[in-house]
């Protein structure tokens, strides 16, 4: 498990992004399957998001993979040692692309300007034999004897922000920044072509509405209660990650639980 060190240890975006917070792609003729997730598709800043990569062997019996090098987006890594062997890799974009324009963004430095103990790097991988219905995999490359070792085709890696260097880097001024608010897109992919995107938000608005007549939602939208026409409390509350409790200004006993609505209207069920 690898984990970033880019993080030094209205509404949302009108823009249409991808509801999910996971998405794979299977490549039937090598029989192996890209999964791609993230833990939440919506943020504050300061909050951390935590990205999951892997490759999966589809066949109920072992699979030896030729290793092809066909990226079909440069610069992904799982870290700041590269791929580290692995035929994975991913990137965050701020902006919200598709497969489609994503060479025209450009990828945030993820990881701290700085010298770095990495582990072993093969010269050459030739292969990778994935055990069956698994993501573990012999790798076979350019050591004696073969394989070289074995690992799991799998990455986890927390961020929280990117890092920015001065126009002559100095690794000790870089500085880090949280996400800002915005929309992002995840990048993940493989070196047999395959590629994956998932967008998350990042907002730090406080929402407002009214709970209205005594009925068991609040419209977050328009700020008003115009489908009741009547006066009713206020409630405030700070968008948090979906599912989570939301205290009203009212009671600390009245707990709603937010959802969204398509990309613009929220309300808060009791």
């Not at 967008?199 to 009741?228: A, I, W």
């Not at 409630?235 to 009671?251: D, K, L, M, Y």
């Amino acid at each position: 498990m690898a984990v970033s060190l880019a993080y030094p240890m209205g509404l949302l975006s009108q823009l249409t992004t991808s509801p999910n917070n996971n998405v794979s792609d299977s490549n039937p003729a090598l029989g192996i399957r890209l999964d791609l997730s993230v833990n939440s598709t919506s943020l504050k800043p300061g909050n951390t998001i935590a990205i999951t990569i892997s490759e999966n062997n589809l066949r109920p019996i072992p699979n030896e993979v030729r290793a092809a090098s066909d990226w079909k987006l440069q610069g992904l890594s799982l870290g700041p040692c590269g791929t580290v062997n692995r035929p994975i890799g991913f990137a965050i974009f701020k902006g919200n692309y598709t497969k489609e324009n994503l060479s025209a963004g450009h990828p945030l430095q993820l990881y701290q300007p700085g010298t770095y103990f990495c582990p072993m790097i093969l010269s050459g991988i030739s292969s990778y034999v994935f055990e069956p219905l698994s993501n573990l995999a012999d790798v076979v490359g350019s050591c004696t004897p073969n394989p070289c070792f074995k690992l799991q085709i799998e990455d986890r890696t927390q961020v929280a922000g990117s890092w920015s260097e001065p126009i002559f880097p100095f690794p000790g001024l870089a500085t880090f920044h949280q996400f800002s608010p915005g929309v992002y897109t995840v990048a993940g992919g493989d070196e047999w072509g395959t590629l994956l995107v998932l967008n998350f938000t990042v907002s730090d608005h406080v929402l407002h509405g009214y709970k209205c007549d005594n009925r068991d939602h609040n419209q977050f939208f328009r700020n008003d209660c115009s489908f009741h026409r009547q006066s009713c409390p206020r409630v405030s509350a700070t968008f948090p990650a979906i599912g989570q409790h939301v205290p009203s200004e009212n009671s600390r006993r009245d707990m709603s639980w937010i959802q969204r609505i398509g990309t613009r209207a929220y309300k808060c069920l009791s």
